[in-house]
């Protein structure tokens, strides 16, 4: 008698068939309801379930020019949300993707263009107000500092803050140490506002001890009264340079300089000095 044979092999490949039929006509189910479903999450505003039904009508087949432009669209308003709302990172992806997908790509670069320069100018006058580190956590939390233009403007301001805090902490040591020229000598390298103002109480306290130092040098004659002399240079010049950054005329600070530092203009011919 022939042995009977098990019908197993059968089953488990009628049940296989079976499977992946089923799994074919659920793709082809989900296909058909994709493109209804996608303009439905339009019609309802909402574009989070448009972003997520896109890609995945995209993996089954080609979108049409209808479905590429209700795309498009989703992720443009959703890209101008996001950045409406500060989410700064996410908005400027969003905006590259439109870029690559958009019907109008020279109008999406422009957007996207428009939209990263204003992220540098806020970190730009965030910096120039004092505020150095919140100026760099925008161009790292926005994403720019991952591209050149980002990178450059992140070293060129973290750069000069040490650069003017070093100045400022060399001007504090010699102003400890009485080295009043070698103290002003490094608040003239200060060239940021904030820092500016922050040494103004330093700058004061140098210059007087410039000024005294100077005199010293100058004792007074038998008869008690001053010898004229001119205002060290250094000390005229730094402050020159101040008023001038106050929008005064070369001729103003120079007049204005000279007699803060007790001083008067002297006309000789063509020059003019400050005299003691």
């Not at 087949?61 to 989410?87: D, I, K, P």
């Not at 803050?161 to 504090?172: G, M």
């Not at 002003?184 to 004061?204: I, Y």
Request: proline share 3%; charged share 25%; aromatic share 8%.
């Amino acid at each position: 008698m022939a042995p009977r044979r098990s019908r197993l092999p059968k089953v488990w490949i009628w049940s296989s068939l079976g499977l992946v039929g089923v799994v074919v006509l659920a793709l082809i189910w989900w296909q058909q309801q994709l493109p209804a479903r996608l303009r439905q999450a339009v019609r309802d505003d909402d574009l989070k379930l448009c972003l997520q039904l896109a890609p995945q009508l995209a993996a089954l087949r080609e979108l049409n020019a209808a479905e590429q432009a209700l795309v498009g669209s989703c992720l443009r308003q959703q890209a101008e949300r996001n950045w409406a709302s500060q989410r700064w990172w996410t908005a400027l992806d969003q905006q590259r993707s439109l870029v690559r997908r958009s019907a109008n790509p020279a109008a999406a670069e422009r957007r996207l263009q428009q939209w990263r320069e204003e992220i540098r100018q806020k970190a730009l006058a965030l910096y120039q107000e004092g505020n150095a580190r919140e100026a760099i956590n925008l161009l790292k939390a926005s994403g720019e500092s991952r591209f050149p233009k980002g990178q450059q403007l992140r070293a060129s301001l973290q750069e000069n803050w040490a650069a003017n805090r070093y100045a400022f902490a060399q001007a504090s040591g010699a102003a400890t140490r009485q080295q009043w020229w070698d103290a002003l000598d490094w608040l003239n390298q200060l060239d940021h506002h904030w820092w500016k103002e922050h040494a103004k109480h330093l700058r004061a306290s140098v210059e007087t001890g410039a000024a005294a130092l100077q005199q010293s040098d100058h004792p007074k004659d038998s008869h008690g009264a001053h010898q004229g002399r001119d205002v060290p240079d250094a000390l005229l010049d730094a402050a020159v340079k101040r008023l001038m950054q106050q929008d005064m005329s070369a001729w103003q600070a120079f007049e204005q300089a000279c007699r803060e530092l007790g001083g008067e203009v002297v006309e000789e011919g063509p020059d003019s000095s400050c005299r003691h």
